[in-house]
């Protein structure tokens, strides 16, 4: 397969990643990684290593992507600095901690953790199960620990953090434009030392492909970026032409058949 064509590849990957997180609201790591397992097995990438390799990537493309949404989160004002900055300690040893936990993972086992994952998240959209809203925030001791599950829980799976974010800040008593607005800026350190930390431990694996360092792919990962982006925004203005109820239905049908996939 010719490096233009895999780069396409990834693009096309980009933007159906990118489509499908603006249409469902969602974070794209949930759809990059088992599309990356796929597209790395079509091209013979070694099985020891392509869930871990799909995971970094994931986390490098949600670096760029992240940073985007949260400048745009800071320019309206619905960051929360005093919560994120309660939550960054935690975010970042979580994040590193969640790194080292896949890394003594095998891929079979890192894979069926990442298919059961998938599968709550399909329960819980289904039944249509949003986070419960407090009024009082805990203190900087709690909120470090929570940023700790955060960060470990988003760098074992390949995701930004705002699957988990949300709903804590949510029941902290942030309204949702907070809770979403600081929720993405905690998925920029999450990604970017989840990513770096990828990188490290896969550093010089035998079985790498060319293009990766360590356990990021840099071919996908610039074509992913490269078309999510604009592609989010199209998937945004579908959002809104379509009934909630059945984009959410239907997008937690897909997540279940990718669940049961990686389980299975």
Not at 63 to 89: E, K, M, N
Request: a positive charge; proline letters at 5%; one cysteine or more.
């Amino acid at each position: 397969m010719s490096m233009l064509l895999l780069f396409l590849g990834y693009m096309a990957l980009g933007a159906l990643a990118g489509t499908m997180a603006g249409l469902f609201g969602v974070g794209g790591g949930l759809i990059i990684v088992p599309a990356l397992v796929a597209a790395f097995g079509l091209q013979g990438v070694a099985l020891e290593v392509t869930m871990h390799l799909a995971v970094g990537t994931s986390l490098a493309t949600i670096v760029v992507t992240g940073a985007s949404s949260a400048w745009g989160h800071h320019h309206r004002g619905s960051i929360h600095r005093q919560w994120f900055l309660a939550l960054l300690p935690g975010l970042l040893a979580g994040a590193v901690a969640g790194v080292f936990i896949a890394d003594g993972l095998s891929a079979g086992s890192l894979g069926t953790l990442f298919g059961v994952f998938v599968l709550v998240m399909a329960a819980r959209m289904a039944l249509s199960r949003g986070p419960r809203p407090g009024s009082q925030a805990p203190g900087r001791a709690v909120m470090a620990a929570a940023g700790g599950v955060i960060g470990g829980v988003s760098a074992l799976f390949g995701i930004g953090g705002g699957t988990l974010c949300v709903p804590w800040l949510t029941r902290c008593g942030a309204s949702l434009t907070q809770a979403v607005g600081t929720s993405a800026a905690c998925g920029v350190p999450i990604a970017l030392f989840g990513a770096a930390t990828f990188a490290v431990v896969g550093w010089g694996h035998p079985q790498l492909p060319a293009g990766a360092t360590g356990f990021v792919m840099w071919p996908a990962l610039v074509g992913i970026v490269l078309a999510s982006v604009p592609c989010a925004r199209f998937g945004v203005r579908l959002a809104h032409r379509l009934p909630a109820k059945v984009l959410r239905l239907a997008f937690a049908a897909l997540l279940a058949a990718v669940g049961l996939t990686f389980v299975i």
